[in-house]
């Protein structure tokens, strides 16, 4: 499974964002997308995934800033991220996972929250 995402960049304290991955490839078995991150000098950590019944998790960090979304059709994710703080700056990586437990990483995409 490739993954294709799209929609990092710069935005101010308070700001919003989007994010966007998009499967290619071995698509036919997956289970859960979604969204981890990594900021400098920090583990990676979850940030929001769903599974193929729509049952969503979310990091503790997040809860009620960010909204996790997925379209079957495309094979794709989505991350609505809102009240975004300089704690929020991370490299964000699109995650899936099939029903055979296979994970696929997505290369990142930086998010950096700053005025």
């Known amino acids: 499974v490739q993954l294709q995402a799209s929609g990092g960049g710069l935005v101010q304290p308070g700001g919003s964002l989007s994010l966007s991955c998009a499967a290619s490839?071995?698509?036919?078995?997956?289970?859960?997308m979604g969204w981890y991150r990594q900021a400098p000098g920090k583990q990676r950590e979850l940030v929001a995934v769903v599974d193929s019944n729509d049952r969503r998790n979310y990091g503790d960090s997040v809860k009620g800033r960010f909204t996790i979304s997925r379209d079957n059709a495309k094979d794709s994710v989505y991350l609505q991220m809102r009240s975004l703080t300089p704690e929020d700056t991370a490299i964000y990586y699109c995650?899936?996972?099939?029903?055979?437990?296979?994970?696929?990483w997505g290369k990142g995409t930086q998010v950096t929250v700053s005025s």
């Open positions: 490839g071995s698509v036919f078995a997956l289970n859960v």
């Open positions: 995650y899936v996972k099939n029903w055979y437990s296979q994970e696929n």
